[in-house]
């Protein structure tokens, strides 16, 4: 599954973005499919997750209100709006895809096959 991920840019703290998360391929959108990050000198670290379906979702504490994970499948895409960003939330975000259930370790990392390219998101104070 090739991903590519986009939307990312310079905001201000406050402000908004809508980061997309599009696979050619059609079994991406029966695949848990979730967001990470990785802020500047730090582990990546993971954000939201959704399931197949968009039935299922959950988030990381600092982002829960603040983030929304959701998912199109006829457009074979995920997306994740951000609001409230905070200076924060600076980091390249990736999108990642994983082949087993949704409900297993979806915050690990090691539990994606695949992964997107990354998109910077920049929150200036």
């Known amino acids: 599954v090739q991903l590519q991920a986009s939307g990312g840019g310079l905001v201000q703290a406050g402000g908004s973005l809508r980061l997309s998360c599009a696979a050619a391929?059609?079994?991406?959108?029966?695949?848990?499919t979730a967001w990470f990050r990785r802020p500047p000198g730090n582990e990546r670290e993971f954000v939201a997750a959704?399931?197949?379906?968009?039935?299922?979702?959950d988030y990381q504490d600092s982002v829960r209100g603040r983030f929304t994970i959701s998912r199109d499948n006829t457009k074979n895409t995920v997306y994740l709006q951000m609001n409230s960003l905070k200076p924060e939330d600076t980091a390249v975000y990736y999108c990642?895809?994983?082949?087993?259930?949704?409900?297993?370790?979806?915050?690990?990392?090691?539990?994606?096959?695949?992964w997107g390219q990354g998109t910077q998101v920049t929150v200036s104070s």
């Open positions: 990642a895809v994983k082949k087993g259930s949704f409900f297993r370790e979806r915050s690990s990392s090691s539990s994606y096959n695949y």
């Open positions: 391929e059609d079994t991406f959108s029966t695949s848990a």
């Open positions: 959704i399931s197949w379906s968009g039935g299922n979702r």
